[in-house]
């Protein structure tokens, strides 16, 4: 038993390791949170059985609330499984903050390594997110502090470990190692569940899991320094017009006309510019577009071509609807925003983000991850990275301040390379440098079984070309 175990580890990081690539679920977003929109780019290939188990709604204390249940929806595929006689592996996805579906249709990867490891495969939702909703529907779970209380990462993980504990008693597999994956937040969890639950997880492999971009252990100005570069290094005039804009659309904003103009330029819908905006809805654009900078074409908040960062700036470079700053711009967000054609004009309160909520709770109370400053030569405006503003506007949306620290306090951080070689193993870290969040992740290998695996013209990136390099 303890050799096949062996054998099972020690061929997963031979057969990953083999493939510098950096895998991973859709980016999440601290600047600026996103959606896994319900228009997915799928394949319809993949299919799993869907169930629902019984999970209690509060983990770490005894109040009679927290014995409140609600169904927590899991997703499994059999067929490729060895069995518990066998002892054969069980591939657990660590759901993210979405529906669960999308996450397995977007991790063919654990579909296309499973015959290999005659593994089960299962993708757990997390808590408060897609049909895994406590106290009955949205409406409620949603509605204030109260409610959105019990959701949080410990309680997720913890979430995770009795599913794990109780599908494994029924299928008579407690023999059976399991190994998590997960990609972004979901990378997070699954490195954070191997080192909280090594009774439960013998390995993670976390993709694009910026587990240290909290507190002050990497600089707040990494990731835009990141999309900065990537815009850069695109083109240079590319990243001097968009640089040069903020000041451009500032001074429109404060001349007669120039909200008229702007609407124009970038052809957004009557009267929507003066609600303010405009500058977020392009720097949406621009984080995304640097995140999502796949090599083929994709559809995650957008349908977006390949290399959609170089095409928006041959938009800029060489644009079609005139030669001012605007017109430029306009060209880029056109290759973002309406990618498709169908587009009349650009709505500035429809980029995207939907059902984020969830999410808004999670940065505002726990993952509070500072990201978002700006040095003199950022592709954004220059600014420092202002916490307090961050929790008063959280206090004031939910009525509690954020824990900054409580992450690091739970699961580590500080110092992490000397303090997970003493303890921590069977952990492989992907990510790729042109992804924004990398500055946040595991960048070099801690220990022989604690590998860092970094691609550097790697994204934020999705297992699907790791699973197309793979074949
Ligand atoms: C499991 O996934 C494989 C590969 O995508 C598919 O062929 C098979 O039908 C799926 N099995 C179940 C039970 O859904
Ligand atoms: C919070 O929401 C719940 C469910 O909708 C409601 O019963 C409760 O009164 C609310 N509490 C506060 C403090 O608003
Ligand atoms: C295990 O089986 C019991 C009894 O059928 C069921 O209620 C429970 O949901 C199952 N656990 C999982 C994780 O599916
Ligand atoms: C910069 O862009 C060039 C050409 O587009 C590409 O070959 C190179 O790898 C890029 N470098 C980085 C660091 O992204
Ligand atoms: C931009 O300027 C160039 C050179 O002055 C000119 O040839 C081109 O037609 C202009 N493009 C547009 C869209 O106005
Ligand atoms: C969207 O693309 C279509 C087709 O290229 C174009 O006609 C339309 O003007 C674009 N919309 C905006 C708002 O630029
Ligand atoms: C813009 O989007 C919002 C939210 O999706 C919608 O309510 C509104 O009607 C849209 N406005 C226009 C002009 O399309």
Not at 56 to 73: A, C, G, M, V
Not at 92 to 108: K, S
Not at 119 to 127: P, S, T, V, Y
Not at 193 to 201: D, E, G, N, T, V
Request: proline residues 5%.
């Amino acid at each position: 038993m303890a050799s096949s175990v062996r054998s099972i580890i020690f061929s997963f990081f031979i057969l990953l390791s083999l493939f510098p690539f950096s895998i991973a679920a859709q980016s999440f977003g601290s600047p600026f949170l996103h959606a896994y929109s319900s228009k997915s780019s799928s394949s319809s290939d993949i299919l799993y059985e869907v169930k629902y188990f019984t999970q209690i709604l509060d983990h770490f204390n005894f109040h009679p609330k927290s014995y409140e249940t609600f169904q927590q929806r899991y997703l499994i595929n059999n067929t490729h499984w060895g069995g518990a006689k066998e002892a054969a592996p069980i591939f657990v996805y660590t759901g993210n903050e979405g529906n669960i579906n999308w996450f397995a249709q977007n991790t063919g990867f654990m579909f296309d390594i499973a015959p290999r490891f005659n593994a089960l495969l299962i993708f757990i939702e997390h808590r408060y997110y897609g049909d895994s909703i406590p106290f009955g529907d949205k409406e409620v779970a949603y509605s204030n502090a109260t409610t959105l209380g019990y959701l949080s990462s410990t309680q997720a993980l913890a979430d995770y470990a009795t599913l794990l504990i109780d599908l494994k008693k029924n299928l008579s597999a407690e023999q059976s190692p399991v190994l998590v994956f997960g990609g972004s937040y979901g990378g997070m969890l699954a490195a954070w569940f191997r080192l909280k639950y090594p009774h439960l997880a013998l390995g993670a492999l976390a993709s694009s899991a910026p587990i240290i971009q909290f507190d002050d252990i990497v600089s707040p100005y990494s990731f835009n320094d990141v999309i900065t570069r990537n815009f850069r290094n695109e083109s240079e005039s590319c990243y001097r017009t968009i640089k040069g804009s903020w000041k451009e659309i500032d001074e429109a904003f404060n001349r007669p006309g120039g909200i008229d103009e702007l609407e124009k330029s970038f052809q957004i819908c009557k009267g929507q510019v003066q609600n303010g905006g405009l500058e977020s809805w392009i720097q949406t654009a621009l984080v995304y577009a640097a995140m999502t900078d796949y090599p083929t074409a994709s559809n995650f908040l957008q349908p977006l071509p390949a290399y959609p960062v170089r095409q928006m700036c041959k938009a800029i470079d060489d644009p079609t609807t005139g030669n001012n700053t605007f017109a430029r711009l306009h060209d880029a967000m056109n290759i973002y925003y309406n990618y498709s054609g169908t587009q009349a004009c650009f709505n500035l309160s429809d980029s995207g983000f939907i059902g984020m909520e969830g999410w808004y709770w999670q940065v505002c109370t726990e993952m509070v991850m500072p990201t978002q400053a700006n040095r003199e030569d950022s592709i954004f405006p220059a600014s420092t990275y202002d916490y307090s503003k961050e929790a008063l506007s959280c206090e004031y949306e939910y009525g509690v301040p954020p824990r900054p620290h409580w992450i690091t306090a739970e699961f580590g951080g500080h110092d992490i390379k000397r303090v997970l070689k003493r303890f921590g193993s069977n952990i492989i870290f992907f990510n790729g440098l042109r992804d924004p969040w990398s500055a946040g992740g595991v960048l070099e290998s801690i220990s022989p079984s604690l590998v860092a695996i970094v691609s550097a013209q790697g994204q934020h990136q999705h297992s699907k070309f790791l699973s197309s390099t793979l074949n």
